[in-house]
């Protein structure tokens, strides 16, 4: 009998411990203090920032955790006060700082730091951050107030910002609720200046020190002592309380009618790293059946030849297409280059369905537009594709975030479809946010859609790990199995966290109309199927047999759904409880994802009141999920009554409501 994991395996996939979070409140005014950090700031229930932090990112844009010492919390009748000491040792340097947060009433909360570094520091980024919330935000008004006193009136963008929607900032004013108003201020050496983080797929836009046209990375002198200020003001009356849940604290799902979209083709990542490991778990591959593989194609890798065969190869095994990302090293004539490609894939024997070519140079961050870059622009790089590949359908876009396309798109005319990735881990790693970047998948979708002028819109392989790296030399190296920025390897693919996730995912997005969703790879950090790899993955490691993630178990029914007509499925509260629905042969499946930690009670509303039977997958099979991938997807679920449902932490539920 295999032995079950620990609960934190189970939900998280490490044994790591999360930060925990303290609720502090000054009247109306509360928020989570964590790892220094204040969180999810609300004003009478509603939230008015997702974040207030003093932020160090050292000079390849990694997030360091500081050492928290001394720390003092203080609650009055009507305000708060919090003191700690922090230490940043890395190998960018050493820095302190003392830190100190006072809310005398619930009007106002003032967040000081005084820092120093003890050694040179080289840093991207040292300074307070401010995370605005996406939800009630978008698209409304804003005040800015400028370095030099200037008043501006504006607003919070609706489709994403390529681009910082606001610069030179000292102050900015923002609606909470109705009559409710917050004045965030900043003191510091230079201005702040904001930008739209749903590119990264972020529930937030960020206001945050200093202007990226500062040059970074900088160096802070030892022995420096510098100091920030962030001010919060709040005007007008108290907000009532917030819930999205009923009377009863069940969160309300409601199932519609159809949306008239239909479920998208489901793919997986082929990486040219992967290439000796393609046919591991072959029969489980099969048994998943993905419409598509996306494989890589850099003709300035000596191994390219030999990867696109082993690529080949499990596309036959699947009976699946083939896409084939392009780097185009623009190096020299792009036509040789393509010529190049072109000759790869033959020695390979692959005749690819479709191709995205991306110039290597925005394969890495930038701020600059295609003709300050000097490199060959859509018009050059595509006809050359198009000479190179002819009659193969051609995607535009990058291999990489919605950031990366949105900087630097090619018009509609010059491709056949639009595509990028999305990882859930670029900015903050916290389970919390890793979840709430499902948030902003809506607006992803509804920004490329614009971009795409019309043209079949197809999501690249994503995951919670982040596939490449476009913000440093390379992926986090997780040799701890922990949770970090810039995962490749993220412990939560492996857990139940991983398979809410998916869903979630699915959800927000198989709705407003995908060709095709790439979820993750065939094995490996982002795999579908276990296999052991450099990195620990604990109580998989000591598995004997044949292994699945439990998401698993969810992208194979997204990929046998492919082109079923989808129903709305509406959620009181969808940070809780989100939902996906499509019709069937034999019925409704409908499928609900618990978010969050804690228990939650469902109730649906909309059903035809057959019968139903309800499948579920939560710690009590874990285990038969895992090690034994063909006998679980077999158990068809149980009768039962499903307008109202317990669902166990992290717990995906499957319903299948009869015609």
């Keep these: 009998m295999t032995t079950a994991p620990s609960e934190a395996l189970t939900l998280y996939g490490t044994e790591q411990e999360a930060p925990e979070a303290r609720t502090i409140t000054a009247g109306a ?40 010492a001394n720390l003092e919390i203080k609650e009055t009748e009507g305000g708060f006060r919090v003191g700690y000491d922090g230490r940043i040792d890395s190998p960018d340097g050493v820095l302190t700082y003392r830190a100190d947060i006072v809310a005398e009433s619930e009007r106002s909360l003032v967040f000081t730091v005084e820092f120093e570094p003890e050694t040179e520091f080289r840093t991207s980024r040292t300074g307070f951050v401010v995370l605005h919330p996406v939800e009630g935000v978008a698209g409304e008004a804003c005040f800015i107030t400028h370095s030099d006193g200037a008043a501006e009136e504006t607003s919070f963008p609706g489709l994403i910002s390529p681009f910082q929607p606001f610069y030179d900032i000292a102050a ?107 046919d591991h778990g072959l029969d489980l591959l099969k048994a ?92 050059e790089v595509y006809a050359a594709a ?24 090619a018009t509609p005319d010059l491709f056949d479809f639009l595509t990028h990735a999305t990882c859930a881990v670029v900015h903050e790693p916290d389970d919390r946010s890793v979840i709430e970047t499902l948030q902003t998948l809506p607006d992803i ?65 198989a709705p407003l109309g995908l060709e095709a969703l790439a979820l993750g790879q065939p094995s490996g950090a982002l795999g579908m199927v276990y296999r ?38 509406t959620s009181s509260d969808a940070t809780q409880v989100l939902g996906l629905a499509y019709e069937t042969a034999g019925g409704t499946l409908l499928w609900l994802a618990n978010l969050t930690p804690e228990q939650q009670t469902v109730t649906v509303s909309g059903l035809s009141g057959g019968a139903a039977s309800i499948g579920r997958l939560d710690s009590s099979n874990f285990v038969d999920a895992v090690t034994d991938p063909a006998g679980f997807a077999a158990a068809a679920g149980r009768p039962g009554d499903p307008s109202r449902l317990e669902l166990a932490p992290f717990a995906v539920s499957r319903i299948a409501l009869a015609a």
């Excluded at 439990?550 to 129903?567: D, Q, S, T």
Aim: aromatic share 8%; proline share 7%.
């Design 29 to 68: 005014l509360t928020a989570e203090l964590e790892v220094g950090k204040l969180r999810w700031i609300r004003y009478g229930g509603t939230e008015a920032l997702r974040g207030l932090a003093f932020v160090v990112r050292g000079g390849g844009w990694e997030t360091y955790a500081p050492e928290i």
């Design 532 to 569: 052991r790899t450099e990195h620990p993955q604990p109580w998989f490691d000591d598995l004997d047999g044949p292994a699945v993630p439990p998401l698993y178990h969810i992208v194979a029914a997204l990929a046998a759904a492919k082109g079923a007509a989808v129903r709305t499925v």
């Design 445 to 509: 979708v509804a920004s490329t859609k614009a971009l795409a002028g019309g043209k079949p819109y197809r999501i690249a392989p994503s995951a919670i790990g982040m596939r490449f790296n476009p913000y440093g030399p390379d992926v986090h190296q997780n040799g701890d199995n922990g949770r970090y920025s810039f995962n490749r390897q993220d412990p939560r693919h492996r857990a139940l966290l991983g398979a809410a996730f998916t869903l979630g995912y699915a959800g927000r997005v």
């Design 386 to 409: 198009r000479a190179a590949f002819p009659g193969v359908r051609l995607g535009g876009g990058v291999f990489t975030n919605f950031t990366e396309l949105n900087r630097n798109v």
């Design 172 to 278: 900015m004013r923002h609606r909470v609720s109705p009559g409710v108003w917050l004045t965030c201020a900043f003191e510091g050496a230079d201005p702040w200046e904001t930008e739209d983080q749903r590119n990264w797929t972020d529930a937030s836009y960020k206001t945050y020190y200093r202007p990226l046209a500062l040059p970074f990375p900088y160096t802070l002198a030892a022995g420096e002592t510098l100091r920030q200020v962030a001010t919060l003001t709040i005007e007008g009356g108290s907000a009532a309380v917030a819930t999205g849940a009923g009377d009863d604290g069940a969160v309300e799902i409601a199932l519609g009618g159809a949306t008239g979209t239909h479920m998208p083709e489901i793919g997986l990542g082929v990486a040219n790293r992967e290439r000796d490991h393609l």
């Design 288 to 379: 998943l059946d993905p419409g598509h593989i996306v494989c890589e194609c850099d003709p300035r890798d000596a191994h390219a030849a030999e990867a696109l065969a082993a690529g080949r190869s499990l596309a036959e095994a699947l009976d699946a297409e083939v896409v084939l990302e392009i780097t185009v090293p623009c190096e020299g004539p792009v036509l040789d280059e393509f010529a190049a490609a072109a000759e790869i894939a033959a020695r390979a024997g692959l005749k690819p369905d479709a191709i995205v070519p991306e110039q290597a140079r925005l394969l890495k961050f930038t701020l600059e537009k295609i003709p300050a870059l000097g490199i060959p622009d859509f018009d």
